[in-house]
């Protein structure tokens, strides 16, 4: 009588296994496949692109893809752009979302609640709603087609202070008073103590805050209207003429923008992981 469950038991769990192992193939095909065909065809010569059947392997490759728009339509300019823009506010986005968050777990104050429930408010607000006010701003203060104009308005994130409040709201208070007993002040603890044990949660928020700055094409597309401040994504849309796109170029830019998050990804994975393990959902 108590050999059957198991048996059936037994079955269910290695049928379950199998559709969760067909279903992860199937949605690493629907991700993969697409950039498979963006790096195969970003080394075509024009004429290939549209053959059917689809031609995966190019029967010649054309490296010029590559070497015509950094040598004469300035996207080297645009991937600068990109960088500067991307790494300054990754790197500010991780300090002030630490100290605001580093305040709002370890510090009671007058009204903490209320600014974590604005912060949180903050992250509910669609982006189209946010970006009229900060375009009037930003160009009331002259930083229309500037980098700073690029930068200031996006070094906080709502987001960020959000995740380094949720990671920091778990560090036991221990460590914060033993360096008090040994005279740190509260600029000693948290760069001396809270910063190194919060690496984790930097990284995975260094990830997130490069990705989407790297990506970000509404904000720039409204602020940068000279050729010289356009980032990569801004720049990809120049690619597409009103009676003429040129395919080539456009399929291998796009794959010169993906390298950079994909290297910064690599390198911070494991921190990634690690981070979004051990970020606490505490009130």
């Given at each position: 009588?108590?050999?059957?469950?198991?048996?059936?038991?037994?079955?269910?769990?290695?049928?379950?296994?199998?559709?969760?192992?067909?279903?992860?193939?199937?949605?690493?095909?629907?991700?993969?496949?697409?950039?498979?065909?963006?790096?195969?065809?970003s080394?075509?010569?024009?004429?290939?692109?549209?053959?059917?059947?689809?031609?995966?392997?190019?029967?010649?490759?054309?490296?010029?893809?590559?070497?015509?728009?950094?040598?004469?339509?300035?996207?080297?300019?645009?991937?600068?752009?990109?960088?500067?823009?991307?790494?300054v506010?990754t790197?500010c986005?991780?300090?002030?979302?630490?100290?605001?968050?580093y305040?709002?777990?370890?510090?009671?104050?007058?009204?903490?609640?209320?600014?974590f429930?604005?912060?949180?408010?903050?992250?509910?607000?669609?982006?189209?709603?946010?970006?009229?006010?900060?375009?009037?701003?930003?160009?009331?203060?002259?930083?229309?087609?500037?980098?700073?104009?690029l930068?200031?308005?996006?070094?906080?994130?709502?987001?960020?202070?959000?995740?380094?409040?949720?990671?920091?709201?778990?560090?036991?208070?221990?460590?914060?008073?033993a360096?008090?007993?040994?005279?740190?002040?509260?600029?000693?603890?948290?760069?001396?103590?809270?910063?190194?044990?919060?690496?984790?949660?930097?990284?995975?928020?260094?990830?997130?805050?490069?990705?989407?700055?790297?990506?970000?094409?509404?904000?720039?597309?409204?602020?940068?209207?000279?050729?010289?401040?356009?980032?990569?994504?801004?720049?990809?849309?120049?690619?597409?003429?009103?009676?003429?796109?040129?395919?080539?170029?456009l399929?291998?830019?796009?794959?010169?923008?993906?390298?950079?998050?994909l290297?910064?990804?690599?390198?911070?994975?494991?921190?990634?992981?690690?981070?979004?393990?051990?970020?606490g959902?505490?009130?």
């Amino acid at each position: 009588m108590s050999a059957i469950p198991k048996r059936k038991t037994l079955r269910m769990g290695t049928i379950g296994t199998n559709s969760l192992i067909v279903g992860a193939v199937l949605l690493a095909l629907i991700l993969i496949v697409p950039m498979a065909y963006t790096l195969t065809t970003s080394l075509k010569p024009r004429a290939e692109i549209f053959e059917f059947p689809i031609r995966w392997i190019p029967k010649h490759v054309n490296l010029n893809n590559f070497l015509i728009p950094f040598a004469e339509k300035n996207f080297g300019m645009y991937f600068l752009n990109s960088c500067l823009v991307a790494v300054v506010v990754t790197i500010c986005s991780m300090i002030m979302s630490s100290m605001a968050g580093y305040s709002l777990a370890k510090f009671d104050f007058r009204g903490r609640k209320v600014l974590f429930l604005a912060v949180l408010l903050t992250m509910m607000l669609p982006v189209e709603i946010t970006i009229v006010p900060l375009a009037l701003v930003t160009k009331s203060l002259g930083l229309m087609n500037t980098r700073g104009g690029l930068i200031l308005p996006v070094i906080v994130s709502p987001l960020g202070i959000f995740w380094m409040r949720q990671f920091l709201i778990t560090l036991p208070e221990d460590y914060a008073n033993a360096g008090r007993i040994d005279g740190l002040g509260e600029f000693g603890i948290f760069f001396n103590i809270v910063l190194p044990m919060s690496t984790p949660a930097l990284s995975a928020l260094a990830i997130f805050s490069f990705m989407t700055n790297w990506n970000s094409l509404i904000w720039p597309l409204i602020v940068a209207t000279k050729d010289a401040i356009r980032t990569i994504p801004v720049g990809l849309i120049a690619f597409v003429g009103e009676y003429d796109t040129v395919w080539n170029e456009l399929f291998a830019m796009s794959v010169v923008a993906v390298l950079p998050t994909l290297f910064v990804f690599l390198i911070l994975r494991a921190r990634l992981i690690q981070g979004m393990a051990m970020v606490g959902l505490k009130g």
